[in-house]
């Protein structure tokens, strides 16, 4: 680690840096969606250009992204968000709303200029009571 600061030192140093870890370190990988490299993380580095992003995949191949600073453009933005727990965070998806109806940017199921059926109140609403009612457990 202390050569990849090194050089990010000597090369631009625009990094925005924070601690994790603590508590969130006590729950179990697969108990939420975040990815587990998180989980075991003790600090996230953030990065402003493509030269130090590409480092920084290149000298921590397992590591993850952190889902608010990630790049726009993260090319394995899938596995990089939510890692090992994605097969199960795509079966919730498929179960809680497998007509794709919230659909948003690098989410679970995201599905690039799709546009779903609204014209079924009742569904939309039945979805969404579903997916609260999830989260309330």
Request: glycine letters at 6%; one cysteine or more; aromatic letters at 14%.
């Given at each position: 680690?202390?050569?990849?600061?090194?050089?990010?030192?000597?090369?631009?140093?625009?990094?925005?840096?924070?601690?994790?870890?603590?508590?969130?370190?006590?729950?179990?990988?697969?108990?939420?969606?975040?990815?587990?490299?998180?989980?075991?993380?003790?600090?996230?580095i953030s990065v402003f250009n493509d030269a130090m992003i590409e480092k920084l995949r290149e000298e921590l191949p397992d590591s993850a992204a952190g889902f608010n600073h990630a790049a726009k453009d993260e090319p394995d933005w899938e596995n990089q968000?939510?890692?090992?727990?994605?097969?199960?965070?795509?079966?919730?998806?498929?179960?809680?709303?497998?007509?794709?109806?919230?659909?948003?940017?690098?989410?679970?199921?995201?599905?690039?200029?799709?546009?779903?059926?609204?014209?079924?109140?009742?569904?939309?609403?039945?979805?969404?009571?579903?997916?609260?009612?999830?989260?309330?457990?």
């Amino acid at each position: 680690m202390k050569d990849i600061l090194k050089w990010f030192i000597f090369n631009g140093f625009g990094t925005f840096n924070y601690l994790i870890g603590g508590r969130m370190m006590e729950v179990g990988a697969s108990d939420t969606a975040t990815h587990p490299v998180m989980r075991q993380s003790v600090f996230q580095i953030s990065v402003f250009n493509d030269a130090m992003i590409e480092k920084l995949r290149e000298e921590l191949p397992d590591s993850a992204a952190g889902f608010n600073h990630a790049a726009k453009d993260e090319p394995d933005w899938e596995n990089q968000f939510w890692g090992d727990n994605l097969d199960r965070l795509r079966d919730m998806k498929q179960k809680y709303d497998p007509d794709n109806r919230f659909n948003c940017w690098h989410c679970v199921g995201y599905l690039e200029n799709s546009s779903p059926d609204f014209s079924n109140i009742e569904e939309i609403v039945a979805a969404t009571t579903a997916y609260l009612a999830f989260r309330r457990n």
